[in-house]
């Protein structure tokens, strides 16, 4: 797969942006804050429907407006398709398919795919269990584009859930049950079903990505760092010790183990023994205290988490493992991503370069952001087209554009025209600190495209 064009209008920095793409590698260069990670965040949208930066759509539109234009024409396997998305800084999103219009955005899913490398990716090995969902539902919805559609009909089913939790305990705490609080707990039943139903095929198609992906994971792993003990994943669940009965053992992951399996049925039904086993707590608490929302997957190294065990260049070794792992998945299912590589050079040092390096080679689209040319390895930079962003301040504010007095420019030296592939990205410019609500899958991944808004759970200890 690659982007022929993609062209934006108000989105964020950009007052207007009409970009010609080809295979191959594109470099996006100029300093920090001028807009240059604005360009590949669209295109991260657009395959994803969320950003990886910030949770509220309207932070995406450029100040004063009401509305940014996304577009971009994408080809795979020969089929040329344009998604049209327009993003509202208030109100519903709406989407096109090469004109035609869609039911909802999500249609667009699938159309575009990509991989994001960046510094932040650190903290999928050291960070909080949310990030390692994000990383793990993007890859899942990338496969299985129905799910962008069940995960956000499990927030929405979440949220209703615990604001009935809410008023139940409300009704308790007073000292009798109102009114308000009985029809509470009689409608709980309901949404129990519900959300174990669509927390049922999150897991099973969560787990199906880690067993999927052990492998590559591995052998990456093994590859970047050979000195190191052995990587693989485990996925743990707020429900692990019910499904050991059941002769499930999800948490026990050993290097010679495959991850387990589980069908979207036996999580239904483990989810909704689990629902009815804490209804008290969960009223108590006033939030849903099971379900994928506070699930986690545990990055290992030999017998010990890498959380909290992994050296610096453990953990880096490890982010950059897992971004590998899932580009090779999406090569084995068949379609290659678009590659991006938000201002990452600058982060790793020569032996982690040479990895992306040898990834470029291979993928049939990369687009790369750099803060200055010097970042981009030799080998790239030989072969890349360069394009120089700048903002001005103008009369509309500050405006991102491609500079027309250094730019398109051809790589530094004469190389073999290599076919590159690329990912998803974050931009180097300020973002919105992401915020926590009254539940979700994750705030990352589990905007529904339609209103623009995502939502995440806090963890707490079950």
């Given amino acids: 797969m690659f982007v022929r064009s993609l062209r934006l209008s108000d989105f964020r920095s950009w007052r207007s942006l009409d970009l010609d793409l080809t295979p191959g590698v594109t470099v996006f260069s100029g300093p920090n804050g001028h807009g240059k990670t604005n360009i590949v965040e669209a295109l991260g949208y657009l395959a994803h429907l969320s950003s990886h930066r910030v949770n509220q759509d309207s932070a995406l539109v450029r100040d004063g407006q009401r509305q940014a234009v996304l577009s971009a024409t994408a080809v795979n396997h020969g089929r040329e398709l344009t998604a049209h998305l327009v993003v509202k800084a208030h109100g519903t999103n709406s989407a096109a398919v090469n004109r035609t219009a869609c039911r909802s955005p999500r249609d667009l899913l699938g159309i575009v795919r990509t991989t994001l490398f960046a510094p932040e990716d650190l903290a999928l090995v050291r960070g909080e269990p949310e990030q390692r969902r994000a990383f793990l539902d ?119 183990r495959e991850p387990a399996l589980v069908t979207p049925e036996i999580a239904e039904a483990t989810l909704l023994g689990r629902f009815a086993e804490r209804r008290d707590r969960e009223i108590e608490r006033g939030t849903t205290l099971t379900g994928p929302h506070r699930d986690d997957v545990v990055l290992m190294l030999g017998d010990r988490p890498a959380k909290g065990f992994a050296s610096h260049g453990e953990s880096w070794s490890y982010a950059l493992t897992l971004r590998l792992a899932a580009f ?67 009369a509309d504010g500050r405006i991102s554009e491609i500079d027309p007095e250094e730019g398109p420019a051809e790589g530094l030296a004469e190389g073999p025209a290599e076919r590159l592939g690329g990912t998803d990205g974050p931009d180097g410019a300020g973002g919105a600190d992401r915020t926590e609500d009254d539940g979700g899958v994750d705030s990352a991944s589990s905007t529904d495209g339609t209103t623009g808004t995502a939502v995440k759970e806090a963890d707490d200890d079950a």
């Fill in 328 to 394: 090779q998945l999406h090569r084995a299912d068949g379609t290659e991503p678009v590659v991006i590589l938000d201002d990452v050079f600058a982060e790793l040092d020569r032996a982690r370069r040479r990895h992306l390096v040898e990834l470029a080679a291979e993928a049939e689209q990369v687009l790369i952001t750099a803060a200055v040319d010097e970042d981009i390895p030799d080998e790239l930079r030989a072969i890349a087209t360069f394009h120089p962003v700048r903002a001005r301040v103008t």
């Fill in 138 to 256: 993007e890859i899942t919805v990338a496969r299985y584009p129905r799910l962008g559609g069940v995960r956000a009909d499990y927030d929405r089913a979440l949220r209703q859930r615990n604001a009935l939790l809410r008023r139940s305990s409300m009704a308790l705490r007073s000292g009798y049950m109102t009114e308000d609080g009985e029809a509470a707990l009689a409608t709980l039943d309901v949404w129990d079903a519900q959300l174990a139903r669509l927390g049922g095929q999150i897991m099973s198609a969560r787990m199906q990505v880690v067993h999927d992906i052990s492998p590559h994971v591995a052998a990456t792993y093994q590859r970047i760092a050979p000195e190191s003990r052995p990587a693989h994943l485990a996925y743990t669940s707020t429900v692990d010790d019910a499904l050991a009965d059941l002769g499930i053992m999800l948490g026990s992951s050993a290097p010679d």
